[in-house]
């Protein structure tokens, strides 16, 4: 005799109908994402334990993210929290006042050796440098101490810097962020067929406005898009206290824009880029005791 549908039988089996629609799987779990670029200073620490940068991943939906620390030790503090989602970069500034003078400072390069030994590392930087400042000595030696490490190397800077940086090192791994300092199609065009074949990404935090005014992805954005599917990738930037608390209302404007992308494309912003870039995030970390 055949079981009587009960009420609780007919709601597991709405449930599972509903699971198996497509608008429903999208909206129930979105496209996994990683956060290419972030950082946590001690100021955020102050109020944001590991714990609660963690839970603001969980809440939007980001998979795991490549942080940089200052001083640089929070970054590891972080990654031994959660060892399989931070790929932490090690920051080389002591404060803000560091990003308008490091690239003078000759005793620089030993002291960012000395810290890559405390800790396994994913990249370097984030480094502010514009053209003027390009043919630093000081930068070159970071540029060769990440190319020796086999580092990502998180560049703020021109597209000159980004020229440097390869004819120093022609093998070096770059992450260019905010789409350079002339955040338009053309000139970041120009920048990926001067370094075709290089490991050269491009992330787009802090420019979802430009990329997609009012939550509209702009065409000539698409395009360019479209013509290098494997040179982007997306990021919040968490620059400060602030902006850690508004993290999930800026991942939602980084998936609004994203979605009008085709799905294979779309994945590849999110997620795939960044994956191939950071690789496996580092399984063990040297203790460093308190954060310097």
């Known amino acids: 005799m055949q079981a009587a549908i009960t009420p609780a039988r007919r709601f597991v089996a709405l449930c599972v109908l509903l699971a198996t629609m497509p608008g429903h799987a999208a909206a129930a779990a979105p496209l996994p994402m990683i956060d290419a670029h972030a950082h946590y200073t001690a100021a955020d620490a102050d109020v944001l334990s590991p714990a609660d940068i963690l839970?603001?991943?969980?809440?939007?939906?980001?998979?795991?993210?490549?942080?940089?620390?200052?001083?640089?030790?929070?970054?590891?503090?972080?990654?031994?929290?959660?060892?399989?989602?931070?790929?932490?970069?090690?920051?080389?500034?002591?404060?803000?006042?560091?990003?308008?003078?490091?690239?003078?400072?000759?005793?620089?390069?030993?002291?960012?050796?000395?810290?890559?030994?405390?800790?396994?590392?994913?990249?370097?930087?984030?480094?502010?440098?514009?053209?003027?400042?390009?043919?630093?000595?000081?930068?070159?030696?970071?540029?060769?101490?990440?190319?020796e490490r086999g580092l990502v190397l998180m560049l703020h800077g021109d597209a000159e810097v980004v020229d440097r940086a390869f004819a120093l090192a022609p093998r070096l791994r770059v992450l260019w962020a905010h789409l350079g300092t002339e955040p338009d199609p053309a000139t970041v065009a120009r920048t990926l067929a001067r370094h075709v074949g290089r490991a050269l990404w491009v992330d787009t935090s802090?420019?979802?406005?430009?990329?997609?005014?009012?939550?509209?992805?702009?065409?000539?954005?698409?395009?360019?898009?479209?013509?290098?599917?494997e040179r982007f990738v997306v990021a919040v930037d968490a620059f400060s206290t602030q902006r850690w608390q508004r993290y999930g209302a800026v991942v939602d404007s980084i998936r609004t824009w994203v979605q009008a992308l085709p799905p294979s494309l779309a994945q590849r912003l999110l997620h795939d880029n960044a994956a191939a870039m950071l690789g496996e995030p580092p399984t063990s970390a040297v203790p460093t005791g308190r954060p310097r």
């Open 55 to 147: 839970a603001r991943l969980d809440a939007a939906g980001v998979r795991g993210v490549a942080i940089s620390g200052t001083p640089a030790g929070l970054a590891q503090r972080l990654h031994r929290h959660a060892p399989q989602r931070v790929w932490p970069f090690l920051g080389v500034y002591t404060s803000d006042r560091d990003k308008a003078t490091w690239m003078h400072d000759a005793g620089l390069p030993q002291r960012v050796r000395a810290e890559l030994d405390t800790g396994r590392w994913t990249g370097l930087g984030e480094l502010h440098l514009f053209a003027p400042d390009a043919n630093s000595p000081v930068f070159a030696a970071l540029v060769h101490l990440a190319a």
């Open 206 to 229: 802090v420019r979802d406005d430009r990329i997609a005014p009012g939550g509209v992805l702009l065409p000539a954005w698409r395009a360019l898009f479209e013509r290098h599917p």
